[in-house]
């Protein structure tokens, strides 16, 4: 079965565009299948498979699904080749990382004390986070930090080229990144499409929706 939480959906179409839902397929398809795409939202979902970035396994790892990596892999080859920008949410900021050549925490719990994995409290802000001067995520929220919702236990380690740490919890764990240079990607580790009646978050969205409208910035 394939499935998709539905607030990713409404957050999209709240934003003002069309998505349609992309099955993991086949990588060598991926390059038709962001033909047709304006933009790529990377969605939240299970671990990353450590062998990609070249670690042994962490026993706390959870829902690994190495053709689901594979098949995101491609499509952010294909969507960096065609210029269309991407937003990764949770495991999609996790993947745009490993993507670039990064590397990942594999189960917070052993690093730090600050809990980041609150299901209870998915619709709240349970931590904060900064946000980095000068960035494109703080063009974005408007502001040098918010609150966020907190639903993961793995986060970004190393970052991968191309890609700079832009947010971090008051813990230091890496809560977003974006692309650098020509790379239009935003990747956060909280759940905006749970949060976006608070500041800040829908924006996200509106991101991606405008910036996909607009092609690749000339320069
Ligand atoms: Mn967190």
């Known amino acids: 079965m394939e499935a998709l939480e539905r607030a990713y959906i409404a957050a999209i179409v709240n934003a003002g565009a069309v998505p349609f ?16 795409l304006d933009g790529l939202l990377l969605t939240g979902g ?27 892999f491609a499509l952010i080859e294909a969507a960096v080749v065609r210029g269309i920008p991407m937003l990764g949410i949770c495991r999609g900021c996790q993947i745009l990382n ?19 994995c609150d ?3 998915a619709g709240k802000a349970v931590h904060s986070v900064a946000v980095e001067g000068g960035s494109l995520l703080r063009q974005i929220v408007g502001g040098d930090g918010l609150g966020v919702n907190s639903l993961h236990h ?16 008051e813990d230091g764990t890496v809560e977003a990144v974006e692309g650098t240079g020509d790379i239009r990607a935003v990747g956060v580790q909280w759940h905006p499409e749970l949060l976006t009646h608070e500041s800040g978050h829908a924006e996200l969205f509106q991101w991606l929706v405008t910036s996909a409208s607009v092609g690749a910035p000339l320069v």
Do not use: N
């Open 21 to 36: 839902v992309i099955p993991v397929l086949d990588p060598a398809d991926a390059e038709a299948a962001t033909s047709c």
């Open 46 to 72: 299970g671990d990353v498979d450590p062998a990609w970035y070249c670690r042994m396994p962490s026993p706390h790892l959870h829902e690994v699904d190495v053709w689901r990596d594979a098949w995101e």
């Open 98 to 116: 490993v993507a670039f050549g990064g590397t990942l925490v594999q189960h917070l719990p052993e690093v730090t004390t600050l809990r980041h």
């Open 119 to 121: 299901r209870q409290r």
């Open 154 to 169: 793995q986060a970004v380690a190393d970052v991968g080229k191309g890609l700079a740490v832009v947010g971090r919890a």
